[in-house]
């Protein structure tokens, strides 16, 4: 089926690139033709065989396709544009900028201790000393219990039942 249809496509294909301006041309298969056959002369590997050849023009049709290039185009959008404009504030409130000034010290001061030292500050921690509490150890309580507890057994009922046996005999012949 796919090689029907592959088959069919590759005909459709030739016969449409066979025909063009109208005009039918001879293309891979000609069917019209009744003066030749595969029997009666054509060229077969340069010796001619009573039969007659055509001559095949080639015609190259030359297209000029413009090439696109850049076009500045302008628009003009209306844009709004932000303008500054004073906005009076109601409360003054006076802002003290910080100045650092740098000032230079003469006097040199003597330390006796090496910096830093050691400081020893007594530390309170609170201990926690071990109290023993005697706890009572668990003792055996007898509880009487007045619940009737069933216990699944399985009951064994004898009956007995009438059953009926019927024995078909074998004969040698059937």
Do not use: C, N, Q
């Not at 065989?49 to 396709?65: A, D, L, P, R």
């Amino acid at each position: 089926m796919k090689t029907f249809i592959v088959l069919s496509m590759a005909l459709a294909i030739a016969a449409g690139a066979a025909v063009e301006g109208g005009k039918a041309k001879r293309g891979i298969w000609d069917f019209g033709s009744s003066h030749e056959s595969s029997f009666s002369g054509g060229d077969y590997g340069g010796h001619d065989f009573g039969g007659h050849k055509e001559e095949v023009k080639h015609v190259t049709i030359v297209k000029k396709v413009p090439v696109p290039y850049p076009v500045e185009v302008t628009k003009h959008v209306p844009v709004e544009v932000k303008v500054p404009y004073p906005v009076e504030v109601e409360k003054k409130v006076p802002v003290y900028i910080e100045k650092k000034v740098p000032v230079v010290v003469e006097k040199k001061v003597h330390i006796d201790r090496p910096v830093p030292y050691p400081v020893k500050v007594p530390v309170k921690v609170p201990v926690i000393h071990k109290e023993y509490v005697e706890v009572p150890k668990p003792y055996p309580v007898h509880v009487e219990k007045h619940v009737p507890v069933y216990i699944k057994k399985p009951v064994y009922i004898e009956k007995t039942v009438p059953v009926s046996i019927h024995i078909k005999k074998k004969s040698h012949w059937h």
